[in-house]
C-alpha cells in the first residue's frame, strides 16, 4: 500500500512524501528509525478526516482527570515500573469509565509492540495534541518519567489559569441571565396584564406605552416559537462550529468582541507559549515544536496567523523575526523571545512569556469585573424605569383628567 507520510527532518525542514508499506504503524517506525519526526501518516486517497456517521467517536478528556491520570503514571515509572506493568497496575485499580475503556486498548496496543507514545496518538482526538510527542521526545532520550512529570507541571499551570478565567466570569454571567430572565417575565406577563385597564380608561395611550404593549404581546404570542428558535439555533451553531471553518470563524469573532476579546487573545497566546516551553525543554526541535505548539492553541484563528512562522523558521529566520510578522504577539513578548533565543534559553524565556500573558489575562478579568456590575445595574435600571413609565404613564394621565 501507498501512504503520505508529513515528517519533520532532522534539519528542520518539513516534507510530505508517498512511501510504500504493508500498515501506517510499519511505515511510521520505518521512518523514525531514519530520524524523522512523524506528524501523520495516512493511506493514500482517504481523508483522515473522513468519519461514517456511525462510527465511535472519543469525546476529549477532561484536563482534571489526565492530571491524576499522568500523576500516577509518573509514580509507577519512578518507582521502577515497566511501562506495560504499570498500565496493567491502574488498570487494576480503576473503576469503569471511559478512561478504562482507552487505556484498556493502549495498553493493548504497548503489549503487541507498540510504544506508549503511538498508542496515545491512535486517539488524538482525546488528549491534548502535545501530549503524544512529549512521550515521544521522553521515550528518545530514555527520560519518559521526567517528560511526564514537565507534562504534569503544563496541565496544573494551564488548569488553574482556566479555573481562575471560568471563576471570575460566572458572577457577570448570572447576573446577565439573571438579569434576561426578569425583563423576560416583565415583558410577557406583566406588562400585558394591564392591558385590559388601559381598555377601561377610554383614552388614546401614549407612544411608549404602545410600543411597550406591542412588543410584549408579539413575546407573549411567539414565545414557544423564540425560545425553539434560540434552542435549534444553537445546536445548529454549535455543530457548525464543530467544522474547521466555522471553528476558525467563531474563534475569530470571539477576539472582536470589546473588551473580552483581548482577554481571548491573550489567553490563546498563553497556551502557545506554555505548549512550545513544554515541548523545547523535552527536547523536541524547534520546527517539530512549532507544528505541535500551533496545533495546541485553543482559538484557531490564532493557530492560523501563527502558522506561517513555521515556514520561515524551516527556511532559516530568526524564531522571533517570524513570530513578529505574524502580527498577533505584542511588542514586549517578542522582545522577550528575542533575549531568550540569544541566550539559548528559549524554553524558560517562553514559560515567562506564558506567566506575563496570565497575568495580563487575570488583571483584564478583574477589571472587567469592575466595570460590568456598574453597567449592568445603570442598564437594567434604565429599562426597568423605561417599563414602568410606560406602564404608569396612562394612569397619571387619566388621574390628571379626573382632577380636572
Known amino acids: 500500500m501507498q501512504f503520505v507520510c508529513r515528517y519533520g527532518t532532522p534539519d528542520g525542514r518539513i516534507l510530505t512524501q508517498v512511501e ?18 512523524i ?116 496541565l496544573k499551570l494551564m488548569i488553574d489559569a482556566r479555573k481562575r478565567v471560568v471563576s471570575a466570569l460566572v458572577y457577570p454571567a448570572v447576573l446577565i441571565g439573571l438579569s434576561i430572565s426578569m425583563l423576560g417575565i416583565l415583558a410577557v406577563y406583566v406588562v400585558p396584564s394591564f392591558s ?43 455543530r457548525w462550529g464543530d467544522t474547521p471553518p466555522g471553528r476558525r470563524f467563531i474563534d475569530r469573532m470571539r477576539l472582536q468582541i470589546p473588551l473580552v476579546g483581548e482577554i481571548f487573545h491573550r489567553f490563546a497566546l498563553s497556551e502557545f507559549c506554555r505548549a512550545l516551553s513544554t515541548l523545547i525543554a523535552g527536547g523536541i526541535p524547534l520546527v517539530s515544536g512549532l507544528e505541535i505548539a500551533t496545533n495546541a492553541v485553543g482559538n484557531a484563528y490564532i493557530g492560523d496567523r501563527i502558522r506561517p512562522a513555521i515556514d520561515e523558521v524551516t527556511q532559516g529566520q530568526a524564531f522571533h523575526d517570524a513570530l513578529d510578522r505574524t502580527e498577533v504577539f505584542p511588542k514586549i513578548s517578542i522582545d522577550m523571545i528575542k533575549v531568550g533565543e540569544a541566550t539559548g534559553s528559549l524554553d524558560e524565556m517562553l514559560s515567562s512569556v506564558s506567566d506575563y500573558f496570565d497575568d495580563y489575562v487575570e488583571t483584564r478579568v478583574q477589571r472587567l469585573l469592575t466595570l460590568i456590575e456598574p453597567i449592568m ?7 426597568i424605569a423605561l417599563l414602568l413609565i410606560s406602564i404608569y404613564l396612562p394612569m397619571f394621565g387619566a388621574l390628571g383628567q379626573v382632577g380636572n
Not at 500523576?71 to 469509565?97: D, I, N, T, W, Y
Not at 496515545?120 to 528518545?140: I, T
Open 39 to 154: 506528524f501523520e501518516v495516512k493511506p493514500q486517497g482517504i481523508s483522515l478526516n473522513f468519519k461514517l456517521p456511525f462510527a465511535r467517536r472519543h469525546k476529549r478528556m477532561p484536563m482534571d482527570e489526565f492530571l491524576a491520570f499522568n500523576q500516577e503514571l509518573a509514580a509507577l515509572l519512578r518507582a521502577g515500573l515497566p511501562v506495560l506493568q504499570g498500565l496493567e497496575l491502574m488498570l487494576e485499580r480503576m473503576e469503569e469509565s471511559h478512561l478504562r475503556d482507552v487505556l484498556t486498548e493502549i495498553r493493548d496496543q504497548v503489549r503487541s509492540g507498540s510504544e506508549l507514545s503511538d498508542a496515545f496518538a491512535g486517539f488524538g482526538d482525546m488528549f491534548p495534541p502535545l501530549y503524544a510527542s512529549s512521550l515521544k521526545a521522553g521515550e528518545r532520550s530514555g527520560e519518559l518519567e521526567q517528560v511526564i512529570r514537565r507534562f504534569i507541571r503544563y
Open 377 to 383: 445595574l445603570i442598564v437594567m435600571g434604565a429599562i
Open 20 to 37: 510504500q508499506g504493508t500498515d501506517a504503524v510499519s511505515v511510521q517506525r520505518d521512518l523514525e528509525r531514519q530520524g524523522f519526526h
Open 196 to 238: 385590559r385597564f388601559y381598555s377601561d380608561l377610554d383614552a388614546e395611550l401614549p407612544m411608549i406605552t404602545q410600543i411597550t404593549l406591542a412588543v410584549s404581546f408579539w413575546l407573549k404570542d411567539h414565545l414557544y416559537w423564540l425560545l425553539g428558535s434560540i434552542v435549534v439555533g444553537t445546536i445548529a451553531l454549535k
